[in-house]
């Protein structure tokens, strides 16, 4: 699997974590919506329904809500240590590159 991730997924500077972290970042997006639409429809059903739906039934809801509702409040303090850990991954990678081309490239003797 690793294999085919490093094959199919490289771009032209053979490197695929930007690609990765866009993916990341379309699950990061996705989720909330779907976090706000779950919510949406719990305050819906919740302000409509609530009497025709047994006491339990009410209560499960409120809880999903509640749990969507802290999801959505980590969201930020998540996505932000991602930004973080990528950044202090492409320095680490640029300081790497440089390592590279220190070692790629011969000291010019002259005598």
Known sequence: MLGSLLAGSLGGNGCWLPSFLLSLINTAERRKRLSDDYLEFVVHVL???SGAIPR???SMLKLAGELHAARLEEMPRQLAEAHARREAHEAARRA???DQKAFQDPPSETP
């Open 96 to 98: 790497w590159l440089e």
């Open 47 to 49: 302000a409509n329904y």
């Open 56 to 58: 339990e039934g009410v």
